[in-house]
């Protein structure tokens, strides 16, 4: 208050001295008229203070520069659903309006930013939307038994998932992997997840990228999504489920081969009805190993060349899937709280594999890839069953020909587990898996035939919530996953993995 009688004092002698000496005032008429104006301006201040605009104003989202400027790590664009903040309004001075001087003449006083540390309720900005987290899984596997090695042309035990499996391997990072993710927008749910533990050759421990999707909701709810980018490609349950929350080390390779990596680049519309979502709402409470919200109903497109490599025809891969889960409370008491989810998912695709020229490997000719397949599975409440089976046909060497053809393909697994929520050591579920494929290795050089027959029995443990342990013993009957290897190998393994999600 002090500094507006002080500018106000100082600009009425500067207009008022001129006059003075013109009309000869008195200095009794000069010192009536800075009171008439101390009184002019106490006035105004009072008014100001019952509702008018005051002389500093408060900061909030709306009237601050917060999310405008670039400097000091602030983004271009404020917060989910902020207006952007109002340009400035010259101040206006007129010498008959003793309120319009100080604005003018005073620069105005700094403003809190709204997304400065002290400012209570200012909105999130994008990056605080995102959140950070991951998993780590360390792989030991033992040969108890078996082919372990072999001579030149005869099929050593090997798998196409696990890279681990060697005569000279010990300790493997199977997947080291960071997901970002998080609501850059009401309507804007962004995904990006790297793998530090990929393997080139004899070198380990490089980066690939495995998923990098937006999804754009349709609807308030968000039942209804469109997925741009590299994601997942909706075939097979147990393609769809995360590694960090399968039972199972590893997929099993019917299922597996129709889209290995599971992942390609494209656009998948998914639907979820809200009763649907309240099942699965229901079991992931409990503890249920999901197979992550693809929705009830998918339907996409991709390039069709499986993940991380250049698209090899100027032809589409159209997918399909729907699943649905049914509560089984109507059956009676027994059965009260049980679900049952069954589906199925199909493909259509036309493939190049990578095949070999003489001693230079480089893309073949595109062959037909078309595959059907079913699954069903009862929840462990505390006892269940999981299976899946997939027909089709794709490319695959054919060592009379020496070339690669398009052959029939068949095969899947049946799985059962038992859920103990609680025991002297945590949480842990034990489980047994036998699987069966017999077809092509589309991504292997030369679409190699793979002819599996696998029987797993394991058991995870979690202890504490974030660490899992998985102990399991395998007999195995494989043919390598080489057109120059013939043959089925055999053996036993011992194989343990330890999980620590983050």
């Given at each position: 208050m002090k500094r507006r009688l002080l500018t106000a004092l100082l600009l009425s002698s500067a207009l008022v001295l001129p006059c003075a000496q013109a009309q000869a005032q008195t200095v009794a008429e000069l010192q009536r008229q800075i009171n008439e104006l101390k009184a002019l301006i106490k006035a105004q201040s009072e008014a100001q203070g019952r509702g008018g605009r005051g002389p500093l104003r408060q900061a909030n989202a709306r009237n601050t520069d917060a999310g405008t400027f670039p400097a000091a790590g602030r983004p271009k664009e404020s917060a989910i659903g902020q207006p952007a903040a109002p340009g400035p309004v010259p101040h206006r001075f007129a010498i008959d309006e003793p309120e319009t001087w100080y604005d003018a003449l005073v620069p105005p006083a700094p403003q809190l930013l709204a997304d400065g540390p002290n400012h209570s309720a200012r909105p999130k900005t994008w990056f605080e939307r995102l959140s950070l987290r991951g998993y780590t899984q360390l792989r030991g596997n033992e040969f108890l038994s078996g082919d372990d090695t072999?001579?030149?042309?005869?099929?050593?035990?090997?798998?196409?998932?696990?890279?681990?499996?060697?005569?000279?391997?010990n300790f493997t990072f199977r997947r080291v992997r960071l997901v970002l993710q998080g609501d850059i927008h009401e309507r804007v749910f962004l995904y990006i997840q790297p793998d530090f533990a990929v393997g080139v050759g004899d070198r380990q421990h490089f980066t690939q990228l495995r998923d990098a999707y937006a999804d754009?909701?349709?609807d308030d709810e968000r039942r209804t999504k469109l997925r741009f980018g590299q994601q997942k490609v909706p075939y097979g349950w147990e393609n769809l489920q995360s590694s960090q929350n399968r039972l199972t080390l590893d997929r099993s390779d019917a299922i597996n081969s129709g889209v290995p990596g599971e992942r390609d680049i494209g656009i998948t519309f998914y639907y979820t009805p809200a009763h649907v979502q309240r099942i699965w709402d229901r079991l992931a409470k409990g503890g249920q190993k999901l197979f992550g919200n693809y929705g009830a109903l998918g339907v996409g497109i991709y390039n069709g060349q499986t993940i991380n490599r250049v698209e090899g025809n100027n032809d589409l891969?159209?997918?399909?899937?729907?699943?649905?889960?049914?509560?089984?409370d109507g059956l009676g008491e027994a059965f009260k709280g049980q679900v049952v989810e069954v589906g199925g998912s199909a493909y259509r695709n036309r493939f190049r594999p990578e095949a070999t020229f003489g001693s230079s490997t480089a893309l073949g000719n595109t062959f037909d890839d078309e595959r059907v397949g079913v699954h069903a599975m009862l929840y462990p409440q505390p006892f269940g069953l999981q299976g899946e089976w997939n027909w089709g046909r794709g490319p695959e060497f054919d060592p009379v020909?020496?070339?690669?053809l398009t052959k029939p393909l068949q095969g899947g697994y049946v799985q059962a587990m038992y859920k103990v929520d609680h025991s002297p050591v945590g949480p842990f579920m034990p489980y047994i898996r036998w699987q069966t494929y017999d077809g092509g290795w589309k991504v292997g050089t030369n679409a190699p035939r793979l002819d599996t027959d696998e029987l797993e029995l394991g058991v995870e443990f979690q202890p504490i919530k974030s660490v899992e342990l998985t102990l399991a013993y395998a007999n195995m009957k494989r043919r390598e996953a080489s057109s120059s290897r013939f043959g089925r190998a055999e053996g036993d393994l011992f194989r343990g993995q330890l999980q620590i999600n983050y």
């Open positions: 072999a001579p030149s042309g005869v099929s050593r035990l090997r798998s196409v998932h696990d890279s681990g499996i060697t005569d000279r391997n754009v909701f349709l891969m159209t997918v399909m899937m729907a699943t649905w889960p049914f509560e089984l020909a020496r070339a690669i």
